[in-house]
Nanobody, 127 residues
Framework: QVQLVESGGGLVQPGGSLRLSCAASGRTFSMYVMGWFRQAPGKEREFVSTISRGGDNTNYADSVKGRFTISRDNANNTVYLQMRSLKPEDTAVYYC????????????????????WGQGTQVTVSS
C-alpha cells in the first residue's frame, strides 16, 4: 500500500513557474513507476508526465514537453514536477500516481495502469 500526498500547487501568472511535489509513504518507493496527471474542469483526466523507477526514463505529453520536468528522489520518497512557462490552459488539478513495476526503466502513460493516486493539488494560471 502506498499513500501519496501532493503539494506545491497555487495561483501563478502566465509565464510563471511552480514545482509540485508528491511524497510517498512506505519503504519501497524505488519499486514504483511514478506519473503526473491533470484534470481541468469539464475535461477528462489527462497524462502529463511519467518517470521510471530509477529516473533513467521519462515521458511527457506533447502539450508540456520542453516546459515541464519530472524528477524523483528515491532516498526521500518524493517525485517532483517542475513547471515553467505556465499557460492558462495548464490550469487543472494535478495528481500523482504510482504503479509497482518489476521493470527498471518502464514508464506508463495510461492512467488505468496506475494503482495508487494522491488527492490532487490545484494549479491555477491566471493574470
Amino acid at each position: 500500500q502506498v499513500q501519496l500526498v501532493e503539494s506545491g500547487g497555487g495561483l501563478v501568472q502566465p509565464g510563471g513557474s511552480l514545482r509540485l511535489s508528491c511524497a510517498a509513504s512506505g519503504r519501497t518507493f524505488s519499486m514504483y513507476v511514478m506519473g503526473w496527471f491533470r484534470q481541468a474542469p469539464g475535461k477528462e483526466r489527462e497524462f502529463v508526465s511519467t518517470i521510471s523507477r530509477g529516473g533513467d526514463n521519462t515521458n511527457y505529453a506533447d502539450s508540456v514537453k520542453g516546459r515541464f520536468t519530472i524528477s524523483r528522489d528515491n532516498a526521500n520518497n518524493t517525485v517532483y514536477l517542475q513547471m515553467r512557462s505556465l499557460k492558462p490552459e495548464d490550469t487543472a488539478v494535478y495528481y500523482c500516481a504510482a504503479k509497482r513495476s518489476a521493470l527498471y526503466s518502464m514508464t506508463y502513460t495510461r492512467d488505468s495502469f496506475y494503482d495508487y493516486w494522491g488527492q490532487g493539488t490545484q494549479v491555477t494560471v491566471s493574470s
